[in-house]
């Protein structure tokens, strides 16, 4: 009888996760990207609590670059090429991004911020599929989710490594090369880490995945 009750119950619960999964799907998404940006405010206060010491890197001594970020040029989702200088006198964030990524709901609180400040800020997002495989879309399926899922209207760029070895991408290269940037040696630890150079190609801050993009020290950033 007891074995009976035990296996009612596993069943019903079973079918209950399988039904809450289901409904939880959305359309023109995975359901396990369903499923993570459903939980992503868990996501997020689970991982600031354990990051929130090395959540920020900031350029204290407002040191210089050796090399302009603004010599870099670089390749957009549609194969273009362009040149940084196009953004100077603006902020410059750019943030390497991924699709099946437990904070990819980042997404949408990146272009709230783009859309609040785009006067004075642009976003650079730089796709990567350098941590557990979580990238591993095409550029076009790349494109398409960013824009059905989180409405992304700032610029997408090619999918490339922002990870440290020969293949990193130039303007990755620059933000992770204290000989290139000035000051900071750190690479991406996960994805939507957040570099932040100001209107005269200064890397001012990196903002770990744990700090969301609406954060008052972001945001402060942005607007001083």
């Not at 490339?160 to 040696?185: D, H, M, R, Y």
């Not at 190609?201 to 942005?222: N, R, Y």
Request: glycine share 4%.
């Amino acid at each position: 009888m007891l074995k009976n009750k035990w296996i009612k119950k596993v069943i019903i619960t079973g079918l209950t996760v399988a039904v809450a999964l289901f409904f939880l799907k959305q359309k023109n998404m995975t359901l396990k990207q369903s499923v993570l940006k459903n939980f992503y405010a868990v996501i997020m206060w689970g991982s600031h609590l354990a990051n929130k010491k090395n959540a920020v890197l900031e350029n204290v001594n407002n040191a210089a670059p050796s090399q302009s970020l603004y010599a870099l040029t670089v390749t957009d989702n549609s194969g273009k090429r362009f040149s940084l200088v196009q953004y100077k006198g603006k902020k410059i964030m750019l943030v390497n991004t991924a699709s099946d990524c437990g904070f990819t709901a980042q997404y949408a609180e990146l272009e709230k911020l783009y859309q609040q400040h785009k006067e004075k800020l642009i976003i650079l997002a730089f796709p990567a599929n350098d941590f557990k495989q979580q990238e591993k879309g095409t550029d076009a399926d790349i494109a398409e989710f960013c824009k059905i899922n989180y409405g992304v209207s700032f610029p997408i760029m090619q999918k490339s490594i922002v990870i440290k070895n020969n293949a990193q991408n130039e303007a990755f290269k620059w933000l992770t090369n204290s000989n290139l940037n000035g000051w900071n040696n750190t690479p991406p630890k996960w994805n939507f880490t957040k570099f932040l150079v100001n209107e005269n190609g200064i890397l001012t801050h990196v903002f770990a995945t744990s700090t969301s993009p609406l954060d008052k020290e972001v945001v402060t950033a942005v607007t001083k």
